[in-house]
């Protein structure tokens, strides 16, 4: 877990998608991600968390469905988000911190 603080205590906003690999609506967030990376490129990182191999780190964020997506900068949470997300929602929040 040191290892996530040291990403999320980056300057450079970083979004945080908790999925399983069971789940459809995280299949479909996907390419949404993708093209979030491609448009906005080394204005955000974005990391993968799989909350069936990383249960600790899911519950200390309280996550409880996925997908869950939390934006941190600085190593602070400055939002927090679930199910689909369209890639309009995510860049302006992204672009706002």
Do not use: H
Not at 23 to 44: A, H, R, S
Not at 56 to 67: E, Q, S
């Amino acid at each position: 877990m040191s290892k996530f603080s040291e990403i999320i205590a980056d300057e450079v906003p970083v979004l945080v998608d908790f999925y399983a690999t069971w789940c459809g609506p995280c299949q479909t967030m996907m390419p949404v991600l993708e093209q979030l990376k491609k448009e906005m490129g080394d204005n955000v990182k974005i990391i993968k968390v799989d909350v069936d191999k990383n249960k600790p780190l899911a519950t200390k964020f309280n996550v409880r469905g996925v997908p869950a997506f939390l934006i941190f900068k600085d190593g602070k949470q400055i939002w927090r988000g679930g199910g689909v997300q369209p890639l309009s929602e995510l860049k302006s929040r992204i672009e706002r911190a």
